[in-house]
């Protein structure tokens, strides 16, 4: 079971009271703590950090990828600071909101520049290896589908390939959960791309 919840008080101490909320609930609820993107997004993933190494508690983080507007859409530059933060944090994360299709796109409803969540899983992963921020940034801006490639043994970005093991690594304690409002998109446009080959 987990539970949600915003930072409002973005001090150590504020965000314990926020997981201490939810541990009341019921102990074993993992929380998510959803970033502020107003403030810095590094520090809010360190502040989860230590406040959760305070109370020798599990607990991730969520970062909000869409909603009603342009404004909900985070850039690629803050996509990649979080992701960053989070591998360098060893905290597991979910990101929510506009991420119905694969890779990056532009939205024919509304025109808007959105997300994918193979370019945010490949970006996780990479990170986790220890890639530097500008290949994360550029991984998360990739609009070309053949980029990319996804077999039981290996994914790849371009020339950057990560070991099948160390990608369930990541979705096991990076990239843990992505949200969408619809199940059959998302699948439809992995199995177009032929993302869904046996063991992928």
């Not at 997981?19 to 019921?26: C, L, M, N």
């Not at 074993?28 to 502040?47: G, K, N, P």
């Not at 909900?72 to 979080?82: C, G, L, T």
């Not at 945010?120 to 550029?138: D, I, R, W």
Request: proline letters at 4%; hydrophobic letters at 45%.
């Amino acid at each position: 079971a987990s539970a949600e919840a915003k930072i409002t008080d973005h001090s150590v101490a504020g965000v314990g009271a926020t997981i201490d909320t939810i541990s009341a609930i019921q102990p074993e609820i993992f929380a998510f703590l959803e970033i502020d993107r107003s403030m810095s997004i590094r520090d809010q993933v360190s502040t989860v950090a230590e406040a959760l190494n305070d109370r020798g508690q599990v607990g991730g983080l969520k970062l909000r990828c869409g909603g009603a507007d342009d404004t909900f859409v985070p850039s690629i530059e803050e996509v990649a600071e979080f992701i960053v933060a989070a591998a360098e944090e060893r905290i597991p994360f979910k990101a929510t909101a506009g991420l119905h299709q694969p890779i990056r796109h532009i939205d024919k409803e509304t025109s808007s520049s959105l997300h994918g969540f193979v370019n945010v899983l490949m970006a996780s992963g990479a990170a986790a290896s220890g890639a530097t921020t500008g290949t994360v940034e550029a991984i998360i801006a990739e609009t070309d589908p053949d980029a990319f490639s996804i077999r039981p043994a290996f994914a790849t970005w371009k020339d950057i390939s990560i070991a099948g093991s160390a990608m369930r690594r990541t979705r096991t304690h990076g990239f843990v959960a992505y949200g969408s409002c619809d199940f059959d998109q998302p699948v439809d446009a992995l199995a177009r791309l032929g993302f869904l080959g046996e063991g992928s």
